[in-house]
């Protein structure tokens, strides 16, 4: 496998690359991906759960709740059958340009003597389950208070297979986008891209919730949205900082400009609204962060402090008004901003980080193009292409099986049960009994 930058040499890819050579465990990187990957299931249960069950209206609340939780339990057993063994393959075999081989079925081969870089095999596998099960969980906010449960499940188990886990193989399990140099440290385009378009798709085949832009929609409950965002805050640094798969100064640098670039989107945004609407919102600053988090991803391992800062900025920006274009003017009920905040925050920072990565920006310096490339063009060139492809073949495949799934169970609640809400029609539980 084509060789990355000296960072990137640290994140997923290389890790599997290296791993038939590797024969001692490193506990100091071990006992840091241990607690990485709690961070990144942190981030789903309880981060996003409440984080999505505060924005939906109150007779919907347990319907998300339930919705990550159930992924959370089908997305490890999927990722367990076959998922790993799509995205990664057999550790030391030369693995295709689509997809890896089917040599760990089952996880079979990865035994508790097994090592896969500096950590046991076992570890590797567990930590990339967690981005695996927040992946599809993302999506939930699109389709949030309307998708069939059944539905749901359905969409998210094929959706896994054949979407996340090819384009994982892509960028980080010796695939062609990584072989071509794709600079993406921790799923600007394997998560954030891959989710958030297929939010798109699911939100415009589905159509608008009933009454939506006649009828107001507000959050039933900031007070858990804003305790979700600071477990998401909390949790990415095992997303970001964990990727790179070791102790060490690639770490903590991802650690800190994933902090930076989270502050400048929650301010950026802020800001935003209290020049266009004269107040700041609590609603506004927690999803600016939440911009910034996710733009920075892809380019936690390219960039230093002062880029990201920037960054965080531009996420702030760029994806408040994407929100606004989305739903005002293109009128899609994307629920809860999934694709204007990880969709066009994946696809920003993936392309900045072809930007920054230059040596050659002083202050706004990054630590270096991918082996072979010599300019800032030609970074970038890579980095939409990787845009670009996850792009199209997200949107494509999404359509395929939501297509699939609406024949064989009907994506959507009638208007009577969506009137009713969700907890009740599909699980006869109220959120709140007071």
């Known amino acids: 496998m084509r060789t990355m930058n000296k960072l990137a040499l640290l994140a997923g890819t290389a890790l599997f690359a290296n791993a038939a050579s590797a024969s001692e465990i490193n506990q100091a990187d071990t006992a840091w991906i241990l607690t990485a990957t709690a961070l990144v299931l942190f981030m789903t249960i309880p981060g996003l759960s409440l984080f999505y069950g505060g924005l939906v209206r109150v007779k919907n609340v347990l319907s998300v709740l339930m919705q990550c939780f159930a992924l959370t339990c089908l997305m ?39 090592v896969n870089g500096s950590i046991p095999s076992t570890l590797f596998a567990t930590f990339q389950m967690t981005f695996a099960i927040i992946t599809p969980a993302l999506i939930v906010g699109a389709f949030a208070e309307r998708m069939r449960f059944s539905a749901m499940l359905i969409f998210s188990s094929i959706w896994l297979l054949v979407v996340y886990a090819p384009v994982c193989h892509w960028v980080w399990g010796g695939g062609w986008l990584g072989n071509m140099g794709l600079q993406d440290f921790a799923g600007g385009t394997v998560v954030h891209i891959t989710a958030a378009v297929a939010a798109l798709v699911a939100a415009m085949m589905m159509g608008p919730r009933k009454g939506y832009g006649k009828v107001a929609m507000p959050p039933h409950n900031l007070t858990l949205t804003v305790a979700g965002a600071g477990m998401l805050w909390v949790g990415w640094f095992g997303f970001n900082a964990g990727s790179a798969v070791a102790a060490d100064n690639s770490a903590a640098m991802a650690m800190l400009v994933t902090h930076l670039s989270a502050s400048a989107g929650a301010l950026a945004w802020m800001a935003m609204e209290w020049i ?62 999934v694709f204007p905040v990880h969709g066009v925050g994946g696809i920003l920072g993936t392309l900045l980080a072809g ?80």
Not at 82 to 95: M, N, P, W
Not at 277 to 286: E, F, N, Q, T, Y
């Open 76 to 114: 490890s057993l999927l990722w367990f059958a076959l998922g790993y063994t799509i995205a990664f393959g057999s550790d030391g075999v030369e693995q295709g340009a689509f997809i890896g081989d089917f040599g760990n079925i089952f996880l079979m081969g990865i035994s508790i003597d097994s």
């Open 276 to 337: 266009r609407h004269g107040k700041p919102s609590v609603l506004g600053i927690v999803t600016g962060m939440v911009a910034g988090l996710g733009t920075i991803t892809p380019a936690s391992g390219s960039v230093g402090p002062a880029a990201a800062v920037v960054i965080g900025l531009s996420a702030g920006v760029v994806c408040y008004f994407a929100t606004n274009w989305i739903k005002n003017t293109l009128k899609i009920d994307d629920s809860l901003d």
């Open 355 to 434: 930007v920054f990565a230059s040596q050659q920006l002083g202050i706004f310096s990054g630590n270096g193009f991918s082996d072979g490339i010599e300019s800032i063009g030609g970074q970038m060139m890579v980095q939409a292409t990787g845009v670009v492809a996850t792009f199209v073949y997200t949107a494509v495949a999404s359509w395929i099986i939501l297509k699939f799934v609406d024949v064989i169970v009907g994506l959507r609640i009638d208007e009577e049960e969506e009137t009713q809400g969700l907890d009740l029609v599909l699980h006869d539980e109220r959120g709140y009994d007071l």
